[in-house]
């Protein structure tokens, strides 16, 4: 590729990702009426969609080779345990991801 | 007015911190390996933010020159953006100038602590939202430039440090569970990510995924609205 090609493959990259944030409120401008669909989505997506993001993250994780999965599962059960217990959000991750790279780096 | 934003917006940000270097190093390790001057994740950081199609541009680089399909790989790759603008609708009105560029700087991060995050009544909410989306911008430019110049000379033990972003993510929906006074919503995308993330592999199921949500979160419309979770 040449510098313009390279150029302007970027520039596809930003359009696109850009198209897809402002789409919506290019759609349904602040100063009209949202339809009452759309705002019924808009209450109802966010916990489907950080559902869908917990999939995401962890969606190559093999439950059938290497370490079938248990790191993330445990660890993931030591987020939830210590965020139920405390509610301190920091806490909560720093201990998973500590108790997530010590099972990967000395255990598994 | 800005300094309070600024106290309450930055720890919320901390773990972003320490998720966003490493992933953002990692990304500038991988454009360094693959050829390219520190130039390109120091700008591509700066311009793109969005993880994810930033790594699929580095492939896009190196292929041959097809500008469509680097449109459309982007645009499936981040249709999830939807998503978060149509639930910003509200929350981002009245942020004046500062909308721009916190629906510019909406990346999935950004997103899920600007909804959820409790900004307490006497914090300016443009501003609180202002500056967790530009610390989190800070954070991923800091760590592709570092990993796009200092690439080769980088070793020490981070493996596992990419939890941090899940763990993160556990947390939010932890939250988001919490705050919710039905759930059907939550089990709804958990469940049917996980159907599709089996029927159609770790690549493809993210499109598949979103149409189901939309599809039987629409057909519920009704059943949910009485039942409260639209409230």
Same mark, same amino acid.
């Given at each position: 590729?040449?510098?313009?090609?390279?150029?302007?493959?970027?520039?596809?990259?930003?359009?696109?990702?850009?198209?897809?944030?402002?789409?919506?409120?290019?759609?349904?401008?602040?100063?009209?009426?949202?339809?009452?669909?759309?705002?019924?989505?808009?209450?109802?997506?966010?916990?489907?969609?950080?559902?869908?993001?917990?999939?995401?993250?962890?969606?190559?994780?093999?439950?059938?080779?290497?370490?079938?999965?248990?790191?993330?599962?445990?660890?993931?059960?030591?987020?939830?345990?210590?965020?139920?217990?405390?509610?301190?959000?920091?806490?909560?991750?720093?201990?998973?991801?500590?108790?997530?790279?010590?099972?990967?780096?000395?255990?598994? | 007015?800005?300094?309070?934003?600024?106290?309450?917006?930055?720890?919320?940000?901390?773990?972003?911190?320490?998720?966003?270097?490493?992933?953002?190093?990692?990304?500038?390790?991988?454009?360094?390996?693959?050829?390219?001057?520190?130039?390109?994740?120091?700008?591509?950081?700066?311009?793109?933010?969005?993880?994810?199609?930033?790594?699929?541009?580095?492939?896009?680089?190196?292929?041959?020159?097809?500008?469509?399909?680097?449109?459309?790989?982007?645009?499936?790759?981040?249709?999830?953006?939807?998503?978060?603008?149509?639930?910003?609708?509200?929350?981002?009105?009245?942020?004046?100038?500062?909308?721009?560029?916190?629906?510019?700087?909406?990346?999935? /991060?950004?997103?899920?602590?600007?909804?959820?995050?409790?900004?307490?009544?006497?914090?300016?909410?443009?501003?609180?939202?202002?500056?967790?989306?530009?610390?989190?911008?800070?954070?991923?430019?800091?760590?592709?430039?570092?990993?796009?110049?200092?690439?080769?000379?980088?070793?020490?033990?981070?493996?596992?440090?990419?939890?941090?972003?899940?763990?993160?993510?556990?947390?939010?929906?932890? /939250?988001?569970?919490?705050?919710?006074?039905?759930?059907?919503?939550?089990?709804?995308?958990?469940?049917?990510?996980?159907?599709?993330?089996?029927?159609?592999?770790? /690549?493809?199921?993210?499109?598949?995924?979103?149409?189901?949500?939309?599809?039987?979160?629409?057909?519920?419309?009704?059943?949910?609205?009485?039942?409260?979770?639209?409230?």
């Amino acid at each position: 590729m040449t510098l313009t090609q390279q150029l302007i493959t970027i520039l596809m990259v930003i359009l696109g990702t850009m198209l897809t944030r402002f789409l919506p409120f290019l759609l349904f401008p602040a100063g009209k009426p949202t339809p009452k669909y759309i705002r019924y989505l808009g209450t109802v997506l966010p916990a489907a969609v950080f559902g869908l993001l917990e999939v995401y993250c962890l969606k190559d994780v093999s439950l059938f080779t290497g370490s079938h999965g248990i790191p993330e599962l445990i660890s993931i059960v030591v987020v939830a345990a210590l965020h139920l217990w405390k509610r301190q959000m920091l806490l909560s991750i720093a201990g998973g991801t500590v108790c997530y790279m010590l099972l990967v780096q000395l255990v598994f | 007015m800005k300094r309070k934003a600024w106290k309450a917006a930055f720890p919320y940000t901390i773990p972003i911190f320490a998720g966003f270097w490493f992933l953002g190093m990692t990304y500038g390790i991988y454009m360094h390996v693959s050829g390219f001057s520190f130039w390109y994740p120091m700008l591509m950081s700066l311009t793109i933010f969005a993880g994810s199609a930033e790594f699929v541009a580095v492939n896009l680089l190196l292929g041959a020159f097809n500008p469509l399909q680097a449109l459309v790989m982007t645009l499936m790759l981040n249709a999830r953006h939807l998503f978060y603008g149509i639930s910003m609708l509200d929350k981002f009105k009245g942020t004046g100038w500062k909308k721009f560029y916190l629906i510019f700087g909406m990346c999935d /991060e950004s997103f899920s602590i600007n909804y959820t995050a409790d900004i307490p009544a006497d914090v300016d909410r443009g501003w609180f939202m202002f500056f967790v989306t530009l610390l989190n911008h800070f954070y991923w430019f800091f760590g592709a430039t570092l990993g796009g110049v200092f690439g080769s000379l980088i070793h020490f033990n981070t493996e596992g440090l990419d939890f941090v972003m899940t763990a993160m993510f556990v947390v939010i929906f932890l /939250e988001q569970w919490l705050k919710d006074k039905t759930h059907t919503s939550a089990l709804l995308g958990l469940g049917l990510s996980v159907l599709c993330l089996i029927a159609f592999g770790s /690549e493809q199921f993210l499109i598949p995924a979103m149409a189901a949500i939309l599809g039987v979160l629409t057909l519920l419309r009704k059943p949910m609205e009485k039942g409260g979770d639209a409230a």
